[in-house]
Antibody, heavy 121, light 110 residues
Framework: QVQLVESGGGVVQPGGSLRLSCAASGFTFSSYGMHWVRQAPGKGLEWVTFMRFDGSNKYYADSVKGRFTISRDNSKNTLYLQMNSLRAEDTAVYYC??????????????WGQGTLVTVSS | SSELTQDPAVSVALGQTVRITCQGDSLRSYYASWYQQKPGQAPVLVIYGKNNRPSGIPDRFSGSSSGNTASLTITGAQAEDEADYYCNSRDSSGNHLIVIFGGGTKLTVL
C-alpha cells in the first residue's frame, strides 16, 4: 500500500532553517509528481510547492518563493523541502502529497500524516 | 490573485442530500478536486476530474461543474461524513503553474 512518511519538523527560531523529508513506498516514486501542502493551526490547506517526476520542473507558491526549495532523490524514494529564512507565518503542519500524474495534475491521491513546524522565539 | 471561494459551513440532516460549492475563475479551465478532512487527520481525496471517485470512496459522493462553479454532492449523508471539505484546482500565471485551495467548508450532519 502507498505510504508517505514525513519527518524533520520541530521548533525553530525566526530566520532559521529546517529540512523536511518525505519517505515514499508502495508505488513507483520516480513516475509521479510530488507536492508539499501546509496547514496552519486551525486554518485551511495551502499549497506550497511541486516537483515533476523527474525533477525537471518545480513550482512554488508566492509566499515561499526564494526561501523554500523542493528536491527529490528518486534512488531513495524521498522528497525534501529545504526551508530557509523561516517566519512565524510558516508555522503549520506540512504534508507531502502524491500527484495522480507524473507531470502536473493537481489531484493529490495520497497524503502523508504531516509533520509540524513551529517558528517561534 | 487566483482564489477559490467556499461557504464556511453547511449543515445537513442525516440521510438527506447536501451540495457544497466552490467558485473561482480557474474552474472555467480546470476541474476541481475535493478532499475530506476529519479532525487530526490528513485530507483524503473524494472526487477528481469530471466526476471520478478513488477506490474506496462511497458512491454517495459525486462531483459536477458549471462555468466557474464546482460542486460536491453527498446523497444520503451519513454521520461519518461530518468533516471539513476542501476544493482545489490548478491554475497558471504565465509559465508558472500553481495549485489553489478553497478555504474549506465545515459540514455538520444533524
Amino acid at each position: 500500500q502507498v505510504q508517505l512518511v514525513e519527518s524533520g519538523g520541530g521548533v525553530v527560531q525566526p530566520g532559521g532553517s529546517l529540512r523536511l523529508s518525505c519517505a515514499a513506498s508502495g508505488f513507483t516514486f520516480s513516475s509521479y509528481g510530488m507536492h508539499w501542502v501546509r496547514q496552519a493551526p486551525g486554518k485551511g490547506l495551502e499549497w506550497v510547492t511541486f516537483m515533476r517526476f523527474d525533477g525537471s520542473n518545480k513550482y512554488y507558491a508566492d509566499s515561499v518563493k526564494g526561501r523554500f526549495t523542493i528536491s527529490r532523490d528518486n534512488s531513495k524514494n524521498t522528497l525534501y523541502l529545504q526551508m530557509n529564512s523561516l517566519r512565524a507565518e510558516d508555522t503549520a503542519v506540512y504534508y507531502c502529497a502524491k500527484d495522480m500524474d507524473g507531470d502536473y495534475g493537481g489531484d493529490f491521491d495520497y497524503w502523508g500524516q504531516g509533520t509540524l513546524v513551529t517558528v517561534s522565539s | 490573485s487566483s482564489e477559490l471561494t467556499q461557504d464556511p459551513a453547511v449543515s445537513v440532516a442525516l440521510g438527506q442530500t447536501v451540495r457544497i460549492t466552490c467558485q473561482g475563475d480557474s474552474l472555467r479551465s480546470y476541474y476541481a478536486s475535493w478532499y475530506q478532512q476529519k479532525p487530526g487527520q490528513a485530507p483524503v481525496l473524494v472526487i477528481y476530474g469530471k466526476n471520478n471517485r478513488p477506490s474506496g470512496i462511497p458512491d454517495r459522493f459525486s462531483g459536477s461543474s458549471s462555468g466557474n462553479t464546482a460542486s460536491l454532492t453527498i446523497t444520503g449523508a451519513q454521520a461519518e461524513d461530518e468533516a471539513d471539505y476542501y476544493c482545489n484546482s490548478r491554475d497558471s500565471s504565465g509559465n508558472h503553474l500553481i495549485v489553489i485551495f478553497g478555504g474549506g467548508t465545515k459540514l455538520t450532519v444533524l
